[in-house]
């Protein structure tokens, strides 16, 4: 028994000894794509300096966050495991850099097999990717899923298979519709609205959960689902995903308040079996996403259908959204912007979506952001970490570290910070 013992303790002890080897220094295999250049270097324009950056900051997120021969991806550098919204940050990234430069696509075959752990299956159905990663593939607690991690990879395997015209990217993108339209989708009576004293909506109005718990509807879950179903419109044709696009759409003006921004959920009271009878509230603070993922619902629709009347939602949207959000400071040309930076990069692609359609007005939103972004990187940037280079720098671009906590490099956060310089280095490259 004692000598039983005795080798459980040493094959546990070799295992973790290869996974910390593997975390410290597998995850340095990567090659980049593109050598970033020296610290100092001088650009010879916004594009140049925008993909640099792209690619030292995305370099830097690999080798710290993602292992590769076990495609997990963790939370801190080398040390807990990621949640499904950490694993989105490294697909969208990953999506942005392949926009840039397609070699970043020879990453996606791993990264797609690491995803398999967060995905659910429930009496044999697909039944959506969970919140946390699970022991083996298809094995993940369909219980503690988030609906809004759903639409945002339906959203980016739509632009996946734009990029490479790769079928598996359109079906794990359909699957995911097929199932949020059934489990996540709900149809809302217009006589909700007007008991509330609220304005009819005109025509059919629906709106997405976000969680499993179905105890609102929310900007989070709604936006990104109008804009996904919209691009799977564009994409396939199918009219069902177009009438969802638009009855989601319908419902997203009632969560603007009276700044032009939105509310973060409209709640309900409800019966026992669950079933909506009245309005009970529109509350929540405003967040940059929930005006980003709007703003792209917008244009999606107007380039599915060209109605002008969504042109002109997206341009209120955002710019409201920039008189909100991006607060004056005591440095010229700088704005403070909230500190949850893959909120900011969520606004930051609404911009995107709406610069092909109105570049001129649309161009100071994105020179605020740009601004914003490049002070955190001149100011706040720690290139060193653990005896390894690494590019990470604080999620308060304008502040720079805390002086509690002054070290948080959290996953989420800093992949978004690579994807936000990978999306500028995009707009500038059109």
């Known amino acids: 028994m004692k000598k039983r013992k005795l080798i459980k303790k040493i094959f546990i002890s070799f295992f973790f000894a290869v996974f910390v080897i593997v975390a410290f220094f597998g995850t340095g295999l990567y090659l980049s794509v593109r050598p970033a250049k020296a610290d100092g270097a001088v650009y010879a324009t916004e594009y140049e300096k925008d993909l640099d950056r792209a690619v030292r900051l995305s370099e830097s997120y690999y080798r710290s966050y993602y292992i590769k021969g076990f495609n997990i991806l963790t939370y801190y550098p080398y040390r807990g495991v990621a949640s499904c919204w950490e694993y989105i940050g490294l697909i969208s990234l990953t999506y942005k850099m392949a926009l ?71 079906d794990l993108a359909v699957e995911i519709a097929e199932f949020l339209t059934k489990d996540a989708y709900v149809r809302l009576d217009s006589s909700l609205f007007t008991d509330k004293g609220l304005a009819a909506p005109d025509g059919a109005v629906g709106g997405f959960y976000w969680a499993y718990e179905k105890d609102a509807v929310h900007a989070c879950s709604t936006g990104p689902a109008a804009q996904f179903f919209a691009a799977l419109y564009r994409v396939t044709g199918n009219e069902a995903y177009l009438g969802i696009a638009q009855s989601t759409f319908r419902f997203l003006p009632y969560l603007v308040n009276d700044e032009g921004v939105f509310s973060d959920f409209m ?164």
């Open 100 to 170: 840039l430069d397609t070699a970043y696509l020879k990453r996606m075959d791993g990264i797609l097999d690491g995803l398999k752990y967060y995905r659910t299956e429930h009496n044999g159905a697909f039944s959506g990717y969970s919140a946390w990663r699970g022991a083996f593939k298809n094995s993940a607690d369909y219980r503690e899923l988030a609906y809004d991690d759903n639409m945002w990879l339906g959203r980016d395997f739509v632009g996946l298979y734009e990029l490479t015209h790769d079928k598996k990217y359109l």
């Open 267 to 430: 709640s309900f009271n409800k019966d026992a079996d669950n079933n909506i009878l009245s309005i009970k509230d529109i509350a929540g603070q405003p967040y940059t996403y929930n005006s980003g993922s709007p703003i792209t619902a917008a244009v999606e629709l107007y380039g599915a259908v060209g109605e002008a009347q969504y042109l002109d939602y997206a341009k209120a949207w955002a710019r409201s959204a920039d008189e909100y959000f991006a607060e004056a400071t005591e440095t010229e040309s700088v704005k403070r912007y909230p500190t949850m930076v893959w909120f900011n990069l969520i606004l930051l692609n609404g911009y995107t979506a709406l610069y092909r359609y109105d570049a001129a007005n649309t161009e100071p939103y994105i020179s605020n952001i740009q601004n914003a972004i490049d002070y955190g990187f001149d100011n706040s940037r720690l290139t060193g970490f653990l005896g390894f280079k690494r590019d990470f720098f604080s999620n308060d671009w304008y502040q720079g570290w805390p002086e509690k906590y002054p070290f948080s490099p959290i996953a989420l956060q800093m992949s978004a910070n690579a994807e936000i310089y990978a999306t500028l280095a995009y707009i500038r490259s059109l």
